[in-house]
């Protein structure tokens, strides 16, 4: 049974830094495309960044030069580090997996099998 499980949301201020980690389990994690999205209520869930099996990286405009994403094999999980956060990027940030993504797909959040629960992220004064 495959998991992924995210933590490090919160609330932070404007220009405020957060990292979320997902951990994942039951799975061969090396193998897998990891990406984060995020949603706010009432919209549909957004493309964030995504990371491939060999460590190619794919991020949203909206988010280029401020978040970075990461992933360490050794111990199944992959990092999202934001930075310079806006008030904008306050939602709930969901770690997702696949194996088969293409890299035509990486930001169709249909295209991915696996989805952690959310960590909610407040960028707020």
């Known amino acids: 049974q495959v998991e992924l499980k995210e933590t490090g949301g919160g609330l932070v201020q404007p220009g405020g830094s957060l990292r979320l980690s997902c951990v994942a389990s039951g799975l061969t994690f090396s193998r897998y495309t990891l990406g984060w999205f995020r949603q706010t209520p009432g919209k549909e869930r957004e493309f964030v960044a995504t990371i491939r099996y060999n460590s190619y990286t794919y991020y949203a405009d909206s988010v280029k030069g401020r978040f970075t994403i990461s992933r360490e094999n050794a111990k199944n999980t992959v990092y999202l580090q934001m930075n310079s956060l806006k008030p904008e990027d306050t939602a709930t940030y969901y770690c997702?997996?696949?194996?088969?993504?293409?890299?035509?797909?990486?930001?169709?959040?249909?295209?991915?099998?696996?989805w952690g629960q959310g960590t909610q992220v407040a960028v707020s004064s």
């Open positions: 997702a997996a696949d194996a088969q993504i293409i890299q035509s797909q990486l930001r169709n959040s249909q295209q991915y099998d696996y």
